[in-house]
Structures are given as structure tokens and as C-alpha cells.
């Protein structure tokens, strides 16, 4: 049982249908619930999201109140701090979770979009060669190095073979919840040619060169981005930070200020806040990279 299963259970047993009515007020996140491929109702995600919220403030709130007492030695401040600590930290919890199903399809929107290119090409490959339709969904479900493009496959491939949908309403069903707009354009697409009884496979080539294109337009922006914040790198953040501890020891010297201060302030700048650039400019290249 994983994780996602495990707390639905603990948070219908906790609130049993008391939060019914609350669900209705939180149907904005349903389409991007659909997307992020959780397989969780709104329902479910919002007991799972109330229980937690409501979790981490039982847990945190008495613990914070006791370490609190003993480091300020004051009980009424210690209350008041820990109990606006815990809303801060509590409304945090809550955020993660509303906005949780969106950058879940975001990612997987980003993953597809990757692997596009090349499982188009691959598809394109296969309807040249005159094999059913639905061989192409079911040869793309055995490659996992496809990522999520691999998943919204199976989820076709699954609709035709075991709930005996017809091909074209399962790509239909995908195309609609998928968070990818390029793999969604490429099924509306199947769709029309399964329909009007065109040539898939001229189709699939021309939609393989369009989006290999396109990916090596992401490619080209992506070397032009690194370049400058490389650049940007090395010149504000390394040579700042040795410019820096170089000026302020000199002015140490110089202005006879509190060494150990200046000390100080130096094993921040080199030991913490360097650190912490550092790994913020590697999240955000993994961020803005084109394929994961």
C-alpha cells in the first residue's frame, strides 16, 4: 500500500463524511488532479489534504509550545510564538497541498514533452509498417525510458483491452486529461485521421519533424540561458564572495573593527550563503532544463 493510500484511509476514518460539503469549494484543482495522474478523486485528495493540515498542527503546536517554555522561560510568550509559528507552518502544509496537483502536471507536462520527439518518430515508425493502430499504444507501454509518455499509452492501450473502449473514444479520454498541450495536439490529431480515414503514418513523420524542431529550438535556448547564468555565476556570486571577503578584511584591518565580527561574517558568507546559492542555481537549471 502506498503512501497515498494510506492516508486516505487514516483521513476517512478520522473524519468520516463530515467534510463532504467542504469538497465542493475546492473543484478548482480537479482538472489539474486529473492531470498530475494520482489517482485520487477530489474527494479523496481533499480529506487527505484536511488531514494532514490538521495532523502536522496537533503534532507541531504542543511541541513547539514545550521547547519554547524552556528556552524563553516565559509561558504566556511561549504560547502566543508557538501558536503563530504553527498557523505559519500549518498554512504552508495546506499551500503545498492545493498547489501540489499543478506542478505534478506541470512536471509530467514537462517529461512528455521531452520524450515527444522521439516516441512520435518511434510511432511513426510503426503505422509506416502497416501494424494496427492500437500496436503503436501497446509497444510505447514497454518503454519505460519514455517516462509519462509510457503511462498516458497505457492508459489507451488499458481502455481498448481490458474496458473494451474503441480506439478513438480512448484517445479521446487521453487527449482530454493529458497536461502535455503537444501530446494532447498529437491525439486530437490521431483522432481526425482515425476518423476521416486518413494516412497515420505521414501524419506521425510530419508531427515527428515538427516537434523534433521544436525541441531543438528548446535545445539552443536552453545553451543560450546556461551560458549567461554560468556567467552570471561566476561573476556575481564567486568573484563577489571572494571580493568581499577580501574587502572586509582589509577593512577589518584598516578601520581596527571587531575582528571576530568581521570573522563571523566571513564563515556566513563562505560556509552558509555560498552553500545556499550554490543549490539554488542548481534547482533552477535543473528547472528551466528541457528534459529531465
Known sequence: MNLWETLKELSFKFFGRSLEPFVVHFESIKPDLLRANLNLSLEEYVYIMIFVTFLTFLLEFPTIVVIMSIVLQDAITAFLFSFTLTI???????????????????????????????????????????????????????????????????????????????????????????????????????????????????????????????YRRRLEKYSRTLSLLIEVYLTVVLVGSIFFVIMSALMSIIGGGSSLFMAFVQFLVVFLILPLVSIGFIVLLKTIAPSA
Open 88 to 214: 505559519v507552518v500549518v498554512v504552508g502544509v495546506f499551500f503545498i497541498f492545493y498547489t501540489y496537483p499543478s506542478m505534478s502536471a506541470g512536471r509530467r507536462s514537462k517529461d512528455i514533452d521531452a520524450s515527444l520527439p522521439f516516441a512520435t518518430t518511434y510511432m511513426a515508425t510503426i503505422a509506416t509498417s502497416g501494424a494496427p493502430p492500437a500496436t503503436m499504444f501497446k509497444v510505447l507501454v514497454g518503454f519505460k525510458e519514455y517516462g509519462e509518455i509510457s503511462r498516458e499509452m497505457e492508459k489507451i492501450y488499458r481502455d481498448v483491452e481490458v474496458f473494451g473502449m474503441d480506439l478513438v473514444g480512448a484517445i479521446r479520454k487521453t487527449a482530454s486529461r493529458t497536461p502535455s498541450e503537444e501530446l494532447k495536439e498529437l491525439l486530437w490529431g490521431l483522432d481526425t485521421i482515425l476518423t476521416s480515414g486518413g494516412n497515420i503514418g505521414e501524419y506521425l513523420h510530419e508531427k515527428s519533424r515538427l516537434f523534433i524542431a521544436e
